[in-house]
T-cell receptor, first 116, second 117 residues
């Protein structure tokens, strides 16, 4: 049973546009919701993370929107650039930072392409 | 951020042999390290949780006798794939959890591409 559902599977956005990736979770014990960026052949790198008591968090061009009642959260990339082309994973964990006993549960990933 | 280093970055081995992958936290101590497996264009799946000085905890469906994990120090965990077969070919990624600094975050290594021929 997949605990974190991510969509879309792939996304093409024009340079300067807004990229939006959505995730939904089922386990209400999750307390940490990060987004990771992964380039081919590399490990994932943390982009931004949020706790369920916050509805929005912004860091530079990256914003997480969180809807606790709907158990959904999304990543918005403003002014998308070709260098943003990568695979993005949402994840969830029962412990802040992702280091709890169960580690991180990842979504299936979104392959994002930013066209020049 | 903290640095987690994996070695080797890629390895090719013959079927039936064993391969060891190292995961090191370079500038912090990690009481807990995690091992993930990622197939091409797939998500990361947690294989096991490695705790320093104790036995690893394996996820359901992961063979503990095939994927041997040793976490002998606060900065090193190793994953040994024993009697490797082509179906074990995958991208293996470790993460180390930084504790005691008020900044609890799991940092990931760069991954190890294993190809079994």
């Amino acid at each position: 049973q997949q605990q974190v559902k991510q969509s879309p599977q792939s996304l093409i956005v024009q340079k300067g546009g807004i990229s939006i990736i959505n995730c939904a979770y089922e386990n209400t014990a999750f307390d940490y919701f990060p987004w990771y960026q992964q380039f081919p052949g590399k490990g994932p790198a943390l982009l931004i993370a949020i706790r369920p008591d916050v509805s929005e968090k912004k860091e530079g061009r990256f914003t997480i929107s969180f809807n606790k009642s709907a158990k959904q959260f999304s990543l918005h990339i403003m002014d998308s650039q070709p260098g943003d082309s990568a695979t993005y994973f949402c994840a969830a964990s029962k412990e802040w930072g992702g280091g709890g006993a169960d580690g991180l549960t990842f979504g299936k990933g979104t392959h994002l392409i930013i066209q020049p | 951020g903290a640095v987690v280093s994996q070695h080797p970055s890629w390895v090719i081995c013959k079927s039936g042999t064993s391969v060891k992958i190292e995961c090191r936290s370079l500038d912090f101590q990690a009481t807990t390290m995690f091992w993930y497996r990622q197939f091409p264009k797939q998500s990361l799946m947690l294989m096991a949780t490695s705790n320093e000085g104790s036995k690893a905890t394996y996820e359901q469906g992961v063979e503990k006798d095939k994927f041997l994990i040793n976490h002998a120090s606060l900065t090193l965990s190793t994953l040994t794939v024993t009697s490797a077969h082509p179906e074990d070919s995958s991208f293996y990624i470790c993460s180390a959890y930084q504790t005691g600094t008020g900044n609890t975050e799991a940092f990931f290594g760069q991954g190890t591409r294993l190809t079994v021929v």
